[in-house]
Structure formats: C-alpha cells, structure tokens
C-alpha cells in the first residue's frame, strides 16, 4: 500500500477516533491483564479517557495534528483513573507539542515527536524499558516509525510480548516482585493496540 506523504489534523483525528473504538473492543482483555498484576481496572481507565478524547475531538475539533494531540493529551490528563491517563495524556500532549503548529507533519517529523512524547513518559513515570510498563512498546514503537508505520506496530506488538519474562519494577505491578513475572503489562498491550490503530489509520 502506497503511503501518504503528509499527514494533517483529520488524520489525528481518525486515529484517535480508531483508538477509542479499539479499546473499547478489548476493554475487557486489558483489564483481565490488569486483574493479573494489577487493580483490574486498565481497560475501563482506558474506555473512559478515549471515549472522553472522542468526544472533545467531535465537539471542537482542532484544525492542526499538534492540536488535536495536545486537545486529547490534555482530557486524558482531566479524566480520572489511573496511572496510565496521566501517562498517555502526557504522551499525546507532549507528541503535539513537538509537533508544533503545522498544518500537516510527516511520517519521520511524527517518529521525532513521539520519541519526545516518550521520553516525557519515562521523565513522569521514572520508569524505563525493561521495567515493564507501557514503555517495553512505546520506546521501540517511536524508534521503529522512523522506518514505517507497519514497523512501527511490529515493534510495539513486540515490546509488550518481550513484557511477559519481566519483572515489574514500576507501577501497582511492582508491588507483586517475582509474581509479576509470566504475565504481560496491559499497559505495554494498550500501547500496541494504540500503535496499531496508528498504523492501520495509515494504511486506509
Ligand atoms: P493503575 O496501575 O493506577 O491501576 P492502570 O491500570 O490504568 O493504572 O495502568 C497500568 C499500566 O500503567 C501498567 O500496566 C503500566 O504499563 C503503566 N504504568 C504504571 N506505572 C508506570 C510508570 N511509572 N511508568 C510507565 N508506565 C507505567
Ligand atoms: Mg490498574
């Protein structure tokens, strides 16, 4: 499939639009991953803040691709639930502001933004790869959409598989030490299912 070169506001929008549609979807698996090594509550933390995110993008719908990731990075930082929705809305605030205020961006100008969004993630969370959490996906995701967007989603899928062998050392799953390990993240899964409507998004 042959790829756009530039991607602009209704692209974000559909993406987020995708990703609310896909987590709603597997609400329930990400929550059975979180009633593993967590509190259960992963999927409906999720649901809730994409849903939110869905309408925001609906009811005022921003005009540039760093606009609608800060709009949606912003109502998933004031919808409660969660560590992971002050994570993920720290991840989409900080993409559309490295983004700056073009009117469409790049697939290599996203890959730099999200590698921004990333490391943002990491500076809040003062977690990194290998810790297992959402950024086992996240990290590999950002380098991989240098490449492509079909790599990138590989790479994510990858990362939260590469989660299972680990032992938690951030999060409520931490608190398990070794009985955290033989499961995989729900964040690093959410973060895949994310890349993944990305990449789909991509190929429509
Ligand atoms: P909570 O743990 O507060 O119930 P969620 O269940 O919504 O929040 O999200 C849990 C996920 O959040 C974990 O699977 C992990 O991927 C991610 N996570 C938790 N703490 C951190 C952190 N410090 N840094 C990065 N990701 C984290
Ligand atoms: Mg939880």
């Given amino acids: 499939m042959t790829e756009v070169d530039e991607f602009d506001a209704a692209f974000f929008r559909h993406w987020l639009t995708r990703a609310a549609a896909v987590v709603d979807r597997e609400a329930e698996h990400l929550t059975e991953l ?63 502001k490295a983004l700056g205020d073009g009117s469409s961006v790049t697939r290599e100008e996203l890959a730099t933004a999200l590698a921004a969004g990333v490391a943002a993630v990491a500076q809040l969370g003062g977690a990194q790869v290998g810790d297992k959490t959402m950024l086992d996906a996240l990290t590999p995701a950002a380098e991989a959409l240098g490449g492509s ?28 030490g ?27």
């Fill in 178 to 204: 070794e009985r955290s390990i033989g499961h995989q993240d729900p964040g690093a899964t959410s973060s895949a299912l994310l890349i993944a409507a990305l990449a789909e998004v991509a190929a429509a």
């Fill in 34 to 96: 979180d009633s593993a090594i967590g509190d259960a509550d992963h999927g409906a933390n999720l649901k809730r803040g994409f849903a939110a995110v869905k309408d925001v993008l609906e009811k005022d719908p921003p005009e540039t691709p760093g606009a609608v990731l800060v709009a949606a990075g912003r109502q998933l930082i004031s919808t409660v639930g969660g560590a992971s929705s002050p994570l993920y809305g720290t991840l989409l605030r900080r993409t559309g």
């Fill in 149 to 176: 967007f079909a790599a990138a989603r590989d790479a994510a899928e990858r990362g939260a598989l590469a989660t299972v062998p680990l032992q938690a050392r951030k999060g409520r799953a931490s608190y398990l």
